[in-house]
């Protein structure tokens, strides 16, 4: 008890924007706890934690075969898309590339404000991709780029990403989100940045659903998916996603020398003995996952720049505290 004191004075003290906090072993809750005057019904922006998802629902659609391979080209996926002319690189470009950040752009850095202006963010991408950089070297594109991704998800599918989602990932684990959200401008968006509880999936005005940000989450949604990748893709009996999918996404294809990191398929790798590995957004948003202590660590965060290190706070704290438990 009175490490937990401790631990939420640390809280309270370094990481005073977290939501909402899970801790699982051994598929038991260990600790449940809200902060800021959130509670198990608050849902959060989770930021780039939606990459994650985004990458179980590629790895659905290979297990249920609306793509054939990682290995296919990205413009295999758009035929009506229009290459201008002298583009070789884009041409080369595969979902696996897309998947490890190990893809190309034209821009130094982001143009959100021309990008979120256009109706389009997939074709606004594909415009973007490509240019005189390598394929191979790690790019961390936060918000555009992956957008690209929903594209093949909707073509490949034949249905927005939320009804794929819903379908073969949110209702069985029962999560609920409950529509779209779409902005009508700069403004709607930068407010919606600042509410609290919003619920839903972005989406542009083509409808759309972001791959890189924009879905919203429960901080038990979060422990629920770092419970069903731990159990190997297993739900209540029921094979969700495919365990070599699990392996696959969660093992190193890609180095961020910046952050010294390895990246899988759009999943950052912690730790390649204890095979600890996480989904990350801004702010503080967490769905960590070590695989030898059978743990799991959600934490739901409101947004505020620079975050302190959610990944320090776990390792250092809570891994500490509760690896000893039953």
């Known amino acids: 008890m009175l490490l937990k004191t401790k631990m939420e004075k640390i809280i309270n003290s370094s990481y005073n924007n977290i939501g909402g906090m899970i801790v699982l072993k ?26 994650s998802i985004v990458s179980i629902l590629i790895g659905i659609a290979i297990d249920r075969e609306y793509i054939k391979s990682i290995n296919q080209k990205i413009l295999d996926f ?30 130094k850095s982001e143009p959100y404000t021309e990008y ?85 999936w972005v989406a542009d005005r083509a409808g759309v659903n972001t791959a890189g940000w924009g879905l919203n989450l429960t901080t038990t949604d979060m422990a629920k998916v770092g419970q069903l990748y731990l159990d190997k893709g297993i739900w209540k009996g029921k094979q969700i ?36 590995y996480a989904a990350m957004g801004d702010g503080g948003n967490v769905i960590y996952v070590n695989t030898k202590k059978k743990m799991i660590v959600a934490i739901a965060s409101l947004f505020i720049p620079r975050a302190k290190d959610r990944l320090k706070f776990i390792k250092g704290y809570i891994e500490p505290m509760f690896e000893n438990f039953a």
Not at 33 to 40: H, P, T
Not at 260 to 268: A, P
């Open 26 to 51: 051994n598929s038991k809750i260990l600790y449940e706890n809200y902060f800021n005057e959130c509670n198990a019904a608050s849902t959060f922006h989770v930021f780039s934690v939606t990459k």
């Open 78 to 107: 758009f035929p009506d898309y229009t290459v201008k002319r002298g583009e070789k690189t884009i041409q080369n470009v595969t979902l696996k590339d897309m998947l490890t950040m190990t893809a190309p752009y034209k821009y």
């Open 116 to 200: 979120f202006a256009s109706d389009n963010w997939v074709n606004s991408a594909l415009d973007l991709l490509g240019g005189k950089g390598k394929i191979g070297e790690f790019r961390y594109t936060p918000l555009i780029g992956p957008d690209i991704l929903s594209g093949i998800l909707a073509k490949t599918t034949g249905q927005s990403v939320l009804d794929f989602a819903a379908k073969y990932l949110f209702l069985p684990l029962d999560i609920h989100v409950e529509g779209n959200i779409v902005f009508h401008n700069k403004k709607e968006q930068l407010d919606w940045y600042k509410e609290k509880n919003v619920r839903g």
């Open 241 to 276: 996603i495919s365990s070599d999918w699990i392996n696959e996404s969660t093992k190193e294809h890609s180095i961020c020398k910046q952050w010294k990191l390895s990246y899988g398929y759009l999943w950052w790798i912690i730790d390649d003995k204890e095979h600890a």
